[in-house]
DNA sequence: GGTGGCGTTGTGATA
DNA sequence: ATATCACAACGCCAC
């Protein structure tokens, strides 16, 4: 009886929407493609998510935490639909071609990516595919707009400024959000519908010990990203008077929306946002790009199209955008800074509010990136971009490259003299240091006057304060005011280096012409 | 093709 | 509190 089930089943093709990184209902075209195209062809749907068992020594362990809760809810409102979300456990390159043959495969969407770690396996999948002359759908969607089109209109070229990108995405339309109201069909189901094969996993299944877990300050999921999204919307008052440069890095609860974890996998669609946003400022007075949520939203697009239309992006080397610097190496100083352990107050606490609760604030980011590479430790961006991608929930292939390449001052920013001091930027907007005492609890009991700078008190008021410098907490591993201005005639002489190669390079051309 | 204006968010001193 | 300046002087882009 179950194995005709099954024959039965077989025999019946099916369509495949593949969640990557667009783990939400709304506002997903692809997934609607594949819905649609299963009931009119009378085909079976398969909604799945590829989950590598590797995850958990690729990916750090509060962004899994993220990943999965953003499963299990979108499991949930897929069932809402009388549809489910089958979990694939496995390689994608490998399983997919698999399922091509066991589900018979007859058409799969997807959302377009430009990380390269999807676009390799992707090239292995459509060639399967083309061979087994199976349709693929890809659609635009994690951005809102087309970076192709942004590309073309800029003659191919990729706009290096923001005001440029501005201009240009100007004049390209923006759609409207898709929705999906009706039903699935009963017909649509395959006969392992309620297989357990397919569950969600839950985090010890993946083999990660809850214990070791902090607790959970942002939980992952589309209904909880709307949630937030309709929260921040509904406060009309503070979108409109929003001006990034004005909110602070080091308040104790975020002074931004933390939309951005949502954002990057696609738990909100940020075209959806968009047309919140619109919403909210029509007809009232509000702020502009670049320092507006509007424009905090053109700041990803901005870094999209960068990533899209320029190869090696996340490298420096082969990276034509990027200005080549001989950044050294110490592996010393890059745990130290990783492990928020460097021995300035500040620093070390914005490390390790990344390293707990996974989102820190844009402008935190700063002065921890300015601090591993131009500012203080001399490092590559490319290592600290790698820690972020271990910590950072929001991590995003394409901002997190062009940010680090900004901080770094070898891309798009590029006064590298504005250096951003580790003692005063915290005091900007934190004279107590309460932020400190939260994450850097050993210096709590130490007075105001020291607390950016502990190694200056007095070895009393340090043993006063129950926090000897060198034992309770680190000695500075670098001394800010004297390495900065060395570092700083560092990037001089790159950026004059950089200057001669390009200067030689029209010469070159002329010649072989 | 040269050049001046400008660029999401610096620091520290001085008025 | 707030503004301005020196610091040393960047690259992109529009004109």
Redesign the pocket.
């Known amino acids: 009886m179950i194995k005709a089930l099954h024959k039965m089943a077989a025999a019946v093709p099916s369509v495949i929407h593949w969640f990557r990184l667009d783990l939400r209902i709304h506002d997903n075209l692809a997934l609607r493609n594949a819905i649609n195209e299963a009931e009119n062809r009378k085909y079976l749907l398969r909604p799945i998510y590829v989950l590598d068992p590797d995850i958990k020594n690729k990916v750090g362990v509060n962004r899994l935490r993220f990943l999965i809760q953003s499963l299990q809810d979108l499991d949930i409102n897929l069932r809402k639909l009388n549809t489910r979300l089958y979990v694939i456990r496995g390689k994608a390159d490998e399983k997919i071609p698999e399922l091509f043959d066991e589900w018979q495969v007859k058409y799969l969407t997807q959302q377009l990516d430009i990380d390269p770690e999807y676009v390799e396996k992707d090239c292995v999948i459509e060639k399967v595919a083309e061979k087994k002359d199976i349709f693929i759908v890809k659609r635009v969607q994690h951005t809102v707009y087309d970076c192709n089109s942004v590309l073309k209109k800029n003659n191919g070229s990729v ?6 990108f501005l ?1 240009l995405a100007s004049e390209l339309p923006v759609k409207e959000c898709i929705e999906i109201k009706k039903q699935i069909p009963d017909s649509s189901n395959p006969s392992d519908f309620e297989s357990h094969d397919y569950d969600v996993p839950s985090l010890s299944d993946l083999g990660i010990d809850d214990s070791t877990l902090v607790a959970c300050k942002y939980a992952g999921g589309e209904t909880e990203g709307l949630k937030r999204l309709d929260m921040y919307m509904a406060r009309k008052d503070w979108v409109c008077k929003f001006e ?2 004005n909110s602070f890095p080091n308040s104790l609860e975020p002074s931004t929306t933390v939309l951005s974890p949502y954002i990057s996998h696609g738990c909100v669609s940020s075209k959806l946002f968009y047309h919140k946003l619109k919403e909210v400022e029509n007809g009232r007075k509000h702020t502009e790009p ?2 507006s949520l509007m ?2 939203l053109m ?1 990803r697009e901005f870094y999209y199209t960068a990533g899209t239309g320029t190869e090696n992006f996340d490298k420096m080397k082969g990276n034509s955008v990027c200005t080549q610097i001989p950044w050294g190496k110490n592996d010393e100083h890059l745990k130290a800074w990783a492990e928020g352990r460097t021995g300035y107050p500040f620093v070390d606490a914005i490390m390790r509010q990344l390293k707990q609760e996974g989102w820190i604030h ?2 935190a980011r ?1 002065m921890v990136a300015c601090f591993l590479t131009r500012g203080d430790l001399w490092i590559s961006w490319e290592q600290g971009a790698k820690v972020f991608e271990d910590y950072l929930l929001d991590y995003d292939w394409s901002l997190n490259a062009g940010n680090w390449m ?1 901080l770094s001052a070898s891309a798009f ?9 580790p ?3 915290g005091k ?1 907007t934190d004279k107590e240091g309460l932020y400190i005492k939260k994450y850097v609890p050993e210096l709590n009991k130490y007075p105001v006057a020291f607390i950016y700078e502990p190694w200056k008190a007095p070895k009393e008021v340090q043993q006063r304060a129950g926090c000897v410098i060198g034992v309770g907490y680190p000695k500075r591993i670098v001394d800010h005011d004297k390495i900065h201005k060395e570092n700083m005639q560092k990037m ?1 002489a790159a ?1 004059k280096a ?2 001669e190669k390009k200067a030689q390079r029209p010469l070159k051309r002329k010649r072989s012409d």
Do not use: D
Not at 159 to 164: A, C, G, H, S, V
Not at 413 to 421: L, P, Q
């Open positions: 706009p290096l400024t923001y005001q440029k201009s990034k440069p670049p320092v424009g905090q700041w844009h402008l700063h900004w920013f590029y006064k590298y003299f504005r250096v951003y001091s003692v005063a930027f900007k001089a950026y950089n200057k």
